[in-house]
């Protein structure tokens, strides 16, 4: 099989001695590889062999996978599907200790262009800066590895295991989704990690901040009580997040999130949340249409045509209505319709949803909604640079791209027993490429 190959040159400017690290070749193929140097008065000169490149860990599951066309004529965006994956056998809970995970790394022809190991559990994001790309490589080690493939930081996240999500911070930080360990909750807190010093600080507790609704759940005698499930963490401004909350199907701003954490509203059922003390908190709905339920991936989005005090929220809308904390009969609740109760049903959507919050005004609304397969938990949205949308339902193994009008430009399919966690598109522009 030919292959484009890129290189990153390891050296600036013109020298008579090279050294260059290539990006891109198929595992399991023969590559042919072409070098073409030019020198300072623009003669050039061109090299091909060919590369038995190793195979890939899965082969025969990963190295291919199938593309078909949507009816958009856009371009897809810039990038490259970067599948972040629960890469393992669903049957058997998240192993700890597991030593066969990876990142896998596709072009647009769903051919395989790089694997990453992972240590064990998942990546959840890549985050780029000043030439390295920051990572998951465990539950508990946060990594960061420049263009050569070399681990230049290893933070260990000591008493806690993350999970689902991080972000940069704005203060030299990194905010991560944690769980203390051996603690009986779980998933409900947000951890401000130093990138200078490796230290790790716990800056918001949804049990301080929600103790009246936590006071009204039984623990399990078992396991941790999985109360609220954080899934997504995106910055509002420098001192304001995001947080979505899978467990209770809400949505929340807190404020002042380094210093003295407060919750400014929330986005849910207000039947849901009444009688708990809460109510006031929530923006009020304009508009009809069936609530978020389950989602993931909430994203922060802002531009010109907005005032102050508004923005958009793009998400993906798993539409799968299911409490394990708490028993709510969400068939019962007004605010839902058209939502799913079983992992697995037939002919059932997921959405993207796009809403648009004013906070003047105390209200949202749904700006945009667009039907995709159908995915009760794994899931993400990604809103491109050129205004595509991509969306990833990891239970059907699609990661497909919409235009801004919701038009269906391409699908990339997948298949096997380990779900699609997510997947996003980068253009490893600064790290692999120009």
């Not at 990038?79 to 030593?99: F, P």
């Not at 985050?127 to 998951?136: N, P, T």
């Not at 978020?292 to 793009?314: M, R, T």
């Amino acid at each position: 099989m030919a292959t484009a190959i890129s290189a990153i040159p390891l050296r600036g400017g013109y020298a008579t001695e090279h050294e260059y690290q290539l990006i891109g070749l198929v595992g399991g193929n023969t590559n042919t590889i072409t070098l073409t140097a030019t020198d300072e008065d623009g003669n050039t000169e061109t090299t091909q062999w060919t590369y038995d490149a190793p195979e890939i860990q899965n082969q025969d599951e990963y190295i291919q996978l199938e593309v078909t066309e949507g009816t958009s004529t856009q371009e897809l965006s810039d990038g490259l599907y970067t599948i972040l994956g629960n890469d393992q056998d669903m049957d058997e809970g998240v192993d700890e200790d597991a030593t066969y995970r990876y990142i896998y790394i596709y072009d647009n022809d769903g051919v395989c262009r790089s694997e990453i190991p992972l240590i064990s559990y998942r990546g959840h994001r890549m985050l780029f800066e000043d030439g390295i790309m920051y990572y998951s490589a465990s539950a508990k080690d946060y990594v960061g590895m420049d263009a050569t493939g070399r681990i230049v930081e290893i933070y260990d996240l000591g008493d806690y295991r993350l999970h689902h999500d991080y972000i940069f911070g704005t203060q030299g930080n990194t905010l991560l989704l944690g769980t203390e360990y051996e603690d009986d909750t779980e998933q409900d807190r947000v951890l401000s990690l130093d990138m200078e010093t490796g230290e790790v600080t716990q800056i918001i507790d949804l049990r301080e901040l929600f103790a009246d609704y936590l006071a009204t759940l039984d623990y399990p005698e078992d396991d941790a009580l999985d109360w609220m499930h954080l899934n997504t963490l995106s910055l509002v401004d420098d001192d304001s997040l995001i947080l979505s909350a899978r467990e209770t199907s809400t949505i929340m701003r807190v404020d002042n999130i380094y210093d003295n954490p407060t919750v400014a509203w929330t986005i849910s059922s207000d039947i849901f949340w009444d009688g708990t003390g809460y109510e006031d908190l929530l923006l009020e709905q304009v508009g009809e249409f069936s609530l978020q339920a389950g989602q993931h991936c909430v994203e922060v989005v802002k531009d010109d045509s907005l005032e102050d005090g508004q923005c958009y929220l793009y998400m993906y809308n798993n539409n799968f209505t299911k409490c394990s904390s708490r028993d709510y009969d969400y068939t019962q609740d007004e605010n839902y319709y058209g939502t799913y109760h079983n992992v697995e049903e037939d002919d059932a959507e997921s959405y993207v949803y796009v809403y648009l919050v004013d906070e003047n005004e105390g209200t949202f609304e749904l700006a945009n909604s667009i039907a995709v397969a159908y995915s009760a938990y794994v899931s993400a949205t990604q809103l491109m640079d050129n205004g595509n949308i991509l969306a990833d339902s990891g239970f059907s193994f699609t990661a497909a791209e919409y235009d801004s009008n919701g038009e269906l430009i391409q699908t990339l399919n997948g298949s096997g027993d380990q779900w699609w966690y997510r997947v996003f598109r980068y253009d490893y522009s600064g790290f692999w490429f120009k």
